[in-house]
């Protein structure tokens, strides 16, 4: 498996992945939105970055990093917006291997932590993280749509 940062010329297949995380999860992103969203932070790396994993030349799953500044951690952060392997590759390590690969990116970054949220019922990303060294917070997220 080789694992490269996604540069603007991917966006296809961002886009590709993001939809199939998005559908898997149910999550409803206007597909405009979500080209405008994966184009930005392709465009500027100051708003995070895209990690692809390929096996013999196919893209088969992304992990995508945004920035945020937090004084909880003193400084800056990362949020792991999404970790996604196509189903057929799971199970294999590559998750594994592509959320190390974004731990380190974000480290050479100079984030300080790694934010994720994880379903309610993904037990199996629940362990993922659990291996890889993340603690559950005793917190609720909550959320405004501002638009």
């Known amino acids: 498996m080789d694992i490269q940062a996604a540069r603007s010329g991917d966006l296809q297949a961002v886009l590709g992945l993001m939809q199939g995380q998005f559908q898997e999860h149910e999550i409803d992103v206007p597909a405009e939105q979500l080209r405008s969203a994966v184009a930005a932070m392709l465009e500027n790396p ?15 799953g992304l992990a995508c990093v ?4 937090t004084l909880e951690y003193g400084g800056k ?7 996604y392997i196509l189903p057929p590759y799971r ?9 190390q690969a ?10 300080a932590a790694v934010d994720l949220e ?11 993280y659990r291996r890889a060294g993340f603690e559950p917070l005793p917190r609720v997220r909550w959320f405004k749509l501002l638009a």
Do not use: K, P, T, Y
């Open 46 to 60: 100051e708003l995070g970055f895209f990690l692809m994993a390929r096996q013999n030349g196919q893209v088969v």
């Open 66 to 69: 945004s920035f945020c500044w």
């Open 77 to 83: 952060s990362a949020w792991l917006d999404e970790l």
């Open 91 to 99: 199970g294999a390590g590559l998750g594994g291997a592509l959320l």
């Open 102 to 111: 974004a731990l380190s990116r974000a480290r050479e970054l100079g984030c």
């Open 118 to 128: 994880v379903d309610i019922e993904h037990r199996r990303a629940e362990n993922l």
